[in-house]
């Protein structure tokens, strides 16, 4: 599933080829058929990422939401457009461009009273600008539940996925399992504005790197393949910063990867719940 800061990518980018244009909307598989003839032939205002959500404004009370989830791919090209192949949901042109869309979780139009309400469901997105994080601290330090399941539930943080979850915490040196509770507003601060850090490096980079070059086996320009996370899909391997072998376990129908060193407990009550 794309985290955060692809989508971010995706609004960018469809800003720059459709935004302010006429564009032709169509479904070709005829899955979206009534949602298309909505917003056909009418201008895109602009495209908006808030987590892992896009919303395309077509004005008129009438905002197309895609929600790509595991399967959603986008593609596009400049025109004429290919014939369509597969089970193509939608397809957006303008004179110069095209886009397709196949296998999103969601794919819809929303009037704008439904799209603010859905975006009421959804975490401070940290690669907005306007985003204040005071819900997400607020929210994580009143629950109970492991930082690691937090991190993953959009309603609390929008935009953060597996690997980011992973990374963000072993670089706060916070346990995956540690409650909600048992960290600092001081903590979720700083590991907020890590989070926009390496998810806007993520944007532009178009690849998730998220280990310094000072920890990197070879630290001197840019980094080599398996020296890009910390952790991450790294189980049985080393920690580049303590040499203990890093952990993986299913965790909340996701996998989860950890040092148990660098992210020890740092309470006895915690420590039971590393096992």
């Known amino acids: 599933m794309p985290e955060g800061n692809e989508i971010h990518r995706y609004a960018d980018l469809q800003n720059t080829l459709f935004a302010g244009t006429i564009v032709r909307v169509d479904a070709p598989n005829g899955r979206f058929a009534e949602g298309a003839l909505l917003v056909d032939k009418r201008k895109l205002r602009a495209v908006e990422a808030f987590g892992k959500h896009l919303f395309y404004n077509f004005g008129n009370n009438r905002q197309l939401h895609v ?7 986008f593609r596009d090209g400049e025109m004429p457009y ?8 939608i ?43 005071t819900p997400f601290i607020t929210r ?13 539930d959009q309603a609390v943080v929008g935009g953060i996925g597996n690997i980011y979850r992973a990374e963000l ?22 590991l907020w504005q890590d989070a926009r850090t390496l998810m806007q490096a993520g ?39 303590c ?6 376990r299913e965790f909340v129908g996701r996998k989860l990867y950890w040092c148990r060193v660098c992210q020890r407990f740092s309470t006895a009550s915690q420590s039971s719940s590393s096992e």
């Open 67 to 73: 929600h790509l989830g595991l399967y959603g791919k």
């Open 82 to 89: 290919p014939e369509p192949k597969g089970a193509l949901r």
């Open 91 to 133: 397809r957006i042109s303008n004179a110069a461009h095209w886009l397709e869309l196949r296998g999103p979780t969601a794919c819809d139009v929303l009037s704008s009273e439904a799209r603010e309400k859905l975006l009421a469901r959804i975490g401070p997105d940290p690669l907005r600008p306007d985003a204040d994080p």
């Open 140 to 152: 994580v330090t009143r629950s109970r539940a492991p930082i690691a399941a937090l991190l993953m």
């Open 169 to 190: 915490l072993h670089r706060a040196r916070i346990s995956p399992f540690a409650k909600g509770t048992q960290i600092t507003a001081a903590q979720l601060t700083a």
């Open 203 to 241: 944007i532009t980079d178009r690849r998730i790197v998220t280990t310094r070059p000072a920890d990197r086996p070879h630290p001197k320009g840019k980094a080599r393949r398996g020296e890009i996370h910390y952790v991450y899909r790294r189980q049985g391997q080393p920690c580049f910063l």
């Open 243 to 248: 040499g203990t072998e890093i952990s993986m």
